[in-house]
Structures are given as structure tokens and as C-alpha cells.
């Protein structure tokens, strides 16, 4: 037994250490907007905020979250206010198929704290989530947008 | 659609003119006892639109939705001649089995071959077009006014005299009145919805994460299954020793599924997959065991030379051309397997009783995974049901191959009564796909003593993905597969755009046993480089330039000549490029869509830089440009992720590759700008397809500019294999 704090609420999970945040997340706590994808931190798809930081949740024991503030995309709006990456997404129509957005939410939401203005090189080297439908400029467009505290369209 | 009667029983086979010509899919669904004449509880105005008293219009969706818009489009369609209020319009999916329970009234599920809108738009809008009559007539009836009189507006009916009324309020009338057949429509020019950016369907609940996908389904009392196939394909399951995981923790069953599988059922995911990687399974590999990429390219390479080949196109006499050519120019290309890799993996969830087979699954085609049930679990058809989910990626994996849902059902019927969701791990996911094919392509090109190119011979060589898929169809051509010339066929939707004196376009087939798919965009992608390259080299070696030697060959295919002027425009062809950057071109008709590309590259050692592509498309007409440039910018990063890292290499009769850390896909990183050009030029031809024209000239257009920048033509795939990397 685990016990872990999610979007700020305590919950026990009955799990082998060794299992991945990520399928305690979906399966035994069931919130599945965090995405399972490759399962060696490759893709993204399942990024989450572990204490404020973004972190592929496929590849982190259970064991290694226990007392950490984990946040994951339905935890993300705030008091019922999308997020303003969450309202920049939606702006610019970024999402195609979708199923990698939430961990490219959550990768950017973080990326936006840490620099609330990044340039075209920041995410370049910060954003490194795969997206098979190709988004990619749409993303960047409504990463912009976010940051410039609008969320208008681009494009 | 062909409705053929049986025997005894009544059944139908499911028909496309996907390929050129009312292909049969090969579904045969036995209608069985039920009443085909049901109807559905929600009184409906035709089979398209349900109106709600309360003013909501409901839009019945067929295709399938996996990010390409096509719902949004579909719907916009429909309100377009419904004239209602866009803001009260939502959607729904009539499941396959109300479709086989009413003979089809909804027509084809299948999204695929860039069809979902070009080949359904015609009777969808008429759809709307018959709704609004009968609301129309209702308004009409209920005034006792002529129904020329009235006149629908946003959802709102007005009549002489001032009157006014609601398409809610006279919604359940105007159920009841007969459904006009062939409308008439309105012309393009006059629409309001059809046409325009609208913003599409569900973008909230992706970016919250309460979209449903496959992955995410939850049921009372479900449980979780991991399944193992052979890794060699048609190696079988020889021995597994079940009592070795039996005991671990929630695991509830292991077992063999069908000749070629093991699977273990748990209480989660997790576990099931912990438990299935510990379980020793000894496979029978059969004699494909010994067969590797290398051994492949030695059957292919055969084929280039080999006397016999079945033609594709052909016109005056090559022979003599290449005779009696002044210069002749020679080159060979090959093209890798390649796996879709959508980002959810594939899954399904079934419960089987006796009484009942249900199946949720993301699938671009409900009906084909309707059939996949009813094979699967032996029952009838009005006790079997699909419900769709929207995708995580689809790509031409989730269409015609229903190999999950089998699994799922068989599974499922193992346990009756406790639903189970089946998920691959990506490692399942990239050792059983269903792969781009193998292609190798042999090119002679001959010119006269004043550089005019008098004859072209393309012979290709490699893997057929009707035979494999549909053989009934490569039967009926004599062994031919006809799908394997898209791009570069005699006539159709894949017409070659080159007018070329004296030319052979044959394919010696040649079928290694890896599985092949239908890979976006299929075979335009290998087509489209091995063509438009050696267009490039053909214009090299006449010292003519790339896009002047193009419009010579191109006078009597003016949309071909209108999108690759239109990029060569944009980019600046012919006017000097930026420092170091470096230009290439290319063009193609595909899925009845004239594309362009032209590319801005520069080179840096092993670093190719790609700033910038300006795309032109020409479908005929755009429903949604803004999902249009969405389609076309994304198609570069499916092209260029393909061109520069994605091959499945075949080692010992099985896929190398297991996940994204040996198979790549371009970050944003690696994104260049893509300026799209929507160029529809209308009129009362075939409409054409947007999700996947684009992405045969990605490659193409980079390699052009690559050669241009270094002189080095690269023949052979990925740019992985030559060190190059996409920086």
C-alpha cells in the first residue's frame, strides 16, 4: 500500500512499489487523461508534475512519488479556470487526434513557470513530447500565444 | 454499395470505390432474422438529422474521427443544407449494428483512403437538404400555407403574415412526412457553413483529458488483458508454462489465444503485462525464421530485371525509346518497412454471454470491426455490437485489420460475462504491425540528341498489399495489383501527370511474409519519391532546370501544372534563396488531390536543417481550411519522420525495432514552417481527399533540395541509414 497525493488529495493505492506512477494513476486511481505511449520515457504522452516538476510517469516507481505533490492534467485547471496553456490549446485548435496532448500540456504548463517567455530555441530544447499527427505547429503557435498572457488564434 | 442477396440468407458485401473502381472489401455480415426495416427511438428526419423539441440538431456521423476533423467537416456538410443554427449542432455515431439492422442506410464506415468526406459528401448533404424540406413542409402543413413560402434560417422557419417558428417545435410533424429523395443542392459558391474555418468537435475535452479513448475504457467488473503474438509472422505457439505466473499478484487467467497467441488476464494492465514478459512461451517459428532484411532486398533486387511484370501504364513503345535514345540516365531506389506507430497503441474491450457480444473499440471502420465480432464470436448479428471510440492516431492501421478485436472477443469468450479491455504495449504494438510495404524501383530515362526526354521505363519491385489484404481483387486483375501504381496509374484518382511520348510503368511483385498495411497515404509515398526524384535527375542530367523541365511535361494536366506553380511562386523559385538554403520541388495527384511541395534546406556535415515548406493543395473543394492546414502541416511530420528515421529492419524472421528509442519520430525541435496553400478549384468533378495527398511530396521536395545543396542523391531509406540526421 501507497500513499500518494494527487491534484492535492491523499490517496492509498494497493500496488508493488515497482509499479509506474503512470498505471497507478489510470488504474488504481483512475484518472486516465495521463497517456500511456512507449513506457521508456521516450514519447511524453504520460506526463505529469511530480513536486512542480514535469516527469514522465511511465518510467518513476510508485515507491519514488510516495510524499510528493503529483498534478496531472485533470488536476491542472484551477477553482474550475482551465489553465492558460489548457485556453491557449483550445484557441488555436492544437489537438488532432489529442491522445498526446495531455502530457504536452503538462510539459508546457511547466515550461512556462520556469520561463514565462521562452523563445523559439527554450522549446526546441524543452518540448520534446511526440505528436504522430504532427501539431507541432500548432503548439508552438499556442505556447506563444500562452505566454503573451493572450490566447488568441494564430493561424 | 452492393447489396447481394444470398441463398437462403440474406447478406451484403461491403463495396468502396476507394481504389478506382467498386473494389469489394471482403466483409461478409450475415443480416440474419431481424427486422430491417427498424427504426430508431429518436423520431429522425431521414437517417441524418434528429431535431430535439428543444432546438438541438443531432448529425449522424459513419466515418470514424482519429484528429483528421472529418466529424467537424460531415457536419458542417449537413447544416449547410439543413440552414440550422451551427451553435445548436452536435453529433452522434449510429452504431454498425443499427447499420446492418436497417440495410445500410448509413452507407460506408470505413475512414480510410482519404474518403471520409470526398466520397460521402454528396449524399450527406442531401441529408440535410431533405430534413430541412420536411421541416419545411411541416412549418407549411401546420400554417396551411404553400411550403414555397417559407423559408428556414438558423434553425428558424419563417411564413407569411409574419409567422415564425422553430425547427424544434415542428420537428416531431415533420418526422412524419416522407423523406424527399435527391434534393436538390445548393450551389458551393452560396455556402455558410461548408467552406469556412469552423472550429471543430471535442477540442475541449482533449486538452482536459476527458476524452474517452480505447485505452481509457472502464466497465463494472472488467478486467485486463497483455497479449504476446508470435513475433515471427506465421510462427505459432508451440508451448507456454502458465503455472510460472499463475500465482502472481491479480493475475486471473493465462491462456492461448487461437493458434498463434498467449495472453494473461489480470486485475490491471500492469499486471497482466508484468506476468505475461515473466512467462516462458516457445514458439514454432516455422520456416520464416531465417528471413532478414537482407535476404528481402535480394528478392526485390531480382525483380528489377526480371522478364515478367504487370503493367501499370503504358504508352508508345519503350523499348525502341530506350533504343534508340541519344542518352539514357539509370537509377535505383528502395523503400523500408515502415509501422504507423500511432500514439495509442491498439486495443479493444469486449464482453461475451450467450446472449451477447459487445465490442468498444477505436476503429476506422465500425463495420469492418462488426465483422471481426461476428466471426470472432460465432454469434448472429443482432446479438453482436460495435460502439466506436474516438482514436489515439489511426493512420491505416485500425481499418481493415480488426486482428485486436479477434483477440479481444476470443479472450472475452474464455470468460463469459466479465468484460475485458485487451491493450498492446507499444513493443506488441511495433513487432505486429501491419507495415508499409517493401518497394524497390528501377528508373531508365531516354533522350533524344536535343534533350527532350522520349521515354521513361519505372519498374518497381516489391510487396503488394492487396494480395495479402483483398487477394479476391488481385484475382479478378490477374495478379495484378493495381493499388500498387497510385500516383503513377494510367487514369483515376491516382493519374500519372506526365505526358511522356514513350512509357512503361510496371511492378514484378514480390511478396516477403511480413504483413503489409495500408500506411497513410500508401503507396504514393515510395511512388512519389521515386518518381519526383528522379524527375529532378532526369532535368540534371538535360541541364535544365528542376521546375522548367517539369511544365514542359505537364501542359495537358493543368491542376498538376496550377499547385506546382503555385509553390514554385511562393518559395521564390528561380529568385535567389537565403545564404546556404537550398530549394527542391515536388508534385503529385493522389486520392483525386493535386498537391505540391517545395522545400528550403540547408546542409551542415551530417545535418540536413529543413526551414521551410510552402505546400499547395487542390481537393476540389474545402470544407474546413482550417483542418485542412492542420492536415497538410502535419503531413510533414509524418512524411519527414519517415524519410529520416523509420525503418522496421526484419532480423530473423521478426521486426528489430520495438518502440520509439530505435524508431524515431520528429519533436518540434525538427519542425519546419509550413505555409499552406488551399487552392480548391471547384466545379462537378470528384472531390479529393486531404489526410494523406500531402505527405508523398514531403520526402521528395527535401531530397531534391538536399541534392541540390550537396550534389549527392540519395536513393535509399531512411537518412538514418546514411548518417544523416534532421537537425
Known amino acids: 500500500m501507497a500513499r500518494l497525493n494527487i491534484n492535492g488529495k491523499n490517496v492509498n493505492v494497493d500496488v508493488d512499489p515497482n509499479t509506474p506512477l503512470l498505471w497507478a494513476i489510470r488504474e488504481n486511481v483512475g484518472l486516465t487523461g495521463t497517456k500511456y505511449g512507449c513506457g521508456i520515457a521516450q514519447c511524453g504522452a504520460c506526463t505529469v508534475h511530480v513536486d512542480g516538476v514535469a516527469t514522465r510517469s511511465c518510467s518513476l516507481p510508485v515507491s519514488a512519488a510516495v510524499g510528493k505533490k503529483i498534478t496531472t492534467i485533470e488536476g491542472l485547471a484551477q477553482s ?66 500562452a505566454a503573451n498572457g493572450g490566447t488568441g488564434r494564430q493561424s | 454499395m452492393n447489396y447481394v442477396p444470398k441463398m437462403n440468407r440474406r447478406a451484403f458485401v461491403v463495396g468502396s470505390a476507394a481504389f478506382g473502381g467498386g473494389l469489394a472489401l471482403g466483409l461478409d455480415i450475415p443480416l440474419g432474422p431481424q427486422d430491417a426495416s427498424a427504426q430508431a427511438a429518436t423520431p429522425e428526419l431521414g437517417v441524418w438529422v434528429v431535431v430535439k423539441p428543444d432546438d438541438t440538431v443531432v448529425i449522424r456521423i459513419a466515418r470514424s474521427e482519429m484528429g483528421q476533423g472529418t466529424i467537424t467537416g460531415l ?93 424544434g417545435k415542428v420537428a416531431a410533424a415533420a418526422s412524419k412526412l416522407p423523406v424527399p429523395e435527391k434534393p436538390k443542392l445548393k450551389d458551393p459558391k452560396d455556402w455558410k457553413i461548408a467552406g469556412k474555418p469552423i472550429k471543430r468537435f471535442g477540442i475541449e475535452a482533449k486538452v482536459t483529458g476527458k476524452q474517452v479513448y480505447g485505452f481509457d475504457m472502464k466497465l463494472p467488473g472488467m478486467l485486463n488483458a497483455a497479449i504476446k503474438e508470435s513475433p515471427v509472422f506465421g510462427g505459432k505457439v508451440k508451448s507456454f508454462d502458465a503455472a510460472k505466473v499463475s500465482g502472481m499478484k491479480g493475475v486471473k487467467k493465462v491462456l492461448q489465444v487461437g493458434d498463434t497467441a498467449v495472453a494473461v488476464v489480470a486485475d490491471t494492465w500492469w499486471q497482466a503485462n508484468t506476468a505475461l514478459q515473466a512467462l516462458p512461451i516457445v514458439w514454432d517459428e516455422g520456416a520464416n525464421g531465417k528471413v532478414s532484411s537482407a535476404t528481402i532486398a535480394e528478392t526485390l533486387k531480382a525483380g528489377l530485371d526480371a522478364e515478367q511484370a504487370f503493367v501499370g501504364n503504358q504508352n508508345g513503345d519503350i523499348k525502341a525509346a530506350l533504343a ?46 462488426f465483422a471481426a465480432v461476428l466471426a470472432a464470436s460465432g454469434l448472429p448479428a443482432e446479438k453482436c455490437e460495435v460502439y466506436k471510440l474516438d482514436l489515439g492516431g489511426g493512420f491505416g492501421r485500425r481499418g481493415a485489420f480488426q486482428d485486436y478485436v479477434h483477440q479481444a472477443v476470443r479472450i472475452a469468450k474464455e470468460m463469459p460475462g466479465t468484460p475485458i479491455k485487451l491493450l498492446w504495449s507499444r513493443e506488441e504494438d511495433m513487432a ?26 519505372m519498374r518497381l519491385s516489391g510487396q503488394s498489399i492487396l494480395a495479402s489484404v483483398r487477394p479476391a481483387i ?90 506546382l506553380n503555385a509553390v514554385a511562386e511562393k518559395i521564390g523559385w528561380g529568385k535567389p534563396a537565403p545564404q546556404g538554403v537550398h530549394r527542391g520541388l515536388a508534385h503529385m495527384k493522389a486520392f483525386n488531390a493535386y498537391v505540391a511541395a517545395a522545400a528550403e534546406v540547408s546542409v551542415t556535415g551530417n545535418k540536413i536543417k529543413v526551414h521551410r515548406i510552402v505546400a499547395a493543395t487542390d481537393p476540389t473543394y474545402a470544407v474546413n481550411p482550417s483542418q485542412i492546414d492542420r492536415q497538410v502541416a502535419g503531413s510533414f511530420v509524418y512524411g519527414l519522420s519517415a524519410l529520416f528515421y523509420q525503418e522496421c529492419t526484419v532480423k530473423d524472421g521478426r ?65 538514418k541509414n546514411h548518417n544523416l540526421e534532421m537537425a
Open chain 1, 80 to 145: 474550475g479556470k482551465l489553465h492558460k496553456v489548457q485556453q491557449a490549446w483550445i484557441a488555436n485548435e492544437v489537438p488532432q487526434c489529442g491522445y498526446c496532448q495531455s502530457g504536452m500540456i503538462m510539459a508546457v504548463a511547466e515550461l512556462l513557470k520556469k520561463k514565462p517567455k521562452p523563445t523559439d530555441a527554450d522549446i526546441d530544447r524543452e518540448i520534446t513530447n511526440i505528436c504522430r499527427c504532427g501539431t507541432f505547429q500548432q503548439v508552438r503557435a499556442a505556447i506563444h500565444a
Open chain 2, 75 to 167: 457536419a458542417q456538410l449537413v447544416a449547410e443544407e439543413l440552414e440550422c443554427d451551427w451553435s445548436k449542432v452536435t453529433y452522434e455515431y449510429p452504431t454498425p449494428g443499427q447499420n446492418v439492422a436497417r440495410k445500410r442506410v448509413w452507407q460506408s464506415y470505413s475512414t480510410g483512403g482519404s474518403r471520409g468526406i470526398r466520397e460521402s459528401h454528396e449524399y450527406v448533404r442531401q441529408g440535410g437538404a431533405s430534413a430541412r424540406m420536411m421541416l419545411l413542409q411541416a412549418a407549411a402543413n401546420e400554417w396551411k400555407v404553400p411550403v414555397e413560402q417559407c423559408k428556414a434560417e438558423k434553425s428558424i422557419i419563417t411564413g407569411p403574415g409574419n409567422r415564425k417558428t422553430t425547427f
Open chain 2, 324 to 369: 534508340d535514345a541519344a542518352k539514357k540516365v539509370e537509377a535505383v531506389y528502395a523503400y523500408p518497412y515502415q509501422n504507423h506507430v500511432c500514439m495509442e497503441p491498439m486495443n479493444a474491450t469486449a464482453r461475451y454471454t450467450a446472449d451477447k457480444c459487445e465490442v468498444w473499440v477505436p476503429t476506422q471502420d465500425g463495420e469492418a470491426s
Open chain 2, 432 to 457: 505486429q504491425g501491419r507495415y508499409h510495404p517493401v518497394m524497390q524501383c528501377k528508373l531508365v530515362g531516354a533522350f533524344d540528341k536535343d534533350n527532350n526526354l522520349t521515354g521513361l521505363h
Open chain 2, 474 to 563: 488481385v484475382e479478378q486483375q490477374k495478379g495484378r495489383d493495381p493499388l500498387s501504381f497510385q500516383g503513377v496509374a494510367d487514369a483515376g484518382e491516382h493519374a500519372f501527370g506526365y505526358t511522356i511520348p514513350n512509357l512503361l510503368i510496371d511492378h514484378a511483385m514480390r511478396n516477403p511474409h511480413v504483413p503489409p498495411g495500408f500506411w497513410r497515404g500508401v503507396n504514393i509515398n515510395q511512388n512519389a519519391i521515386f518518381l519526383e526524384c528522379f524527375m529532378d535527375e532526369l532535368a540534371l542530367a538535360a541541364g535544365q532546370d528542376a521546375l522548367a523541365f517539369r511544365r514542359k511535361l505537364l501542359g495537358k494536366h493543368p491542376r498538376n501544372l496550377a499547385v
Open chain 2, 655 to 719: 521486426i528489430v525495432e520495438q518502440n520509439f528509442n530505435s524508431y524515431n519520430s520528429m519533436r518540434i525541435a525538427q519542425m519546419p514552417k509550413v505555409e499552406s496553400i488551399i487552392m480548391p478549384s471547384g466545379g462537378d468533378g470528384p472531390w479529393g481527399g486531404v489526410g494523406e495527398p500531402t505527405i508523398c511530396v514531403a520526402a521528395p521536395a527535401v531530397l531534391n533540395a538536399y541534392a541540390a545543396a550537396t550534389g549527392k542523391r540519395i536513393r535509399s531509406f531512411p537518412l
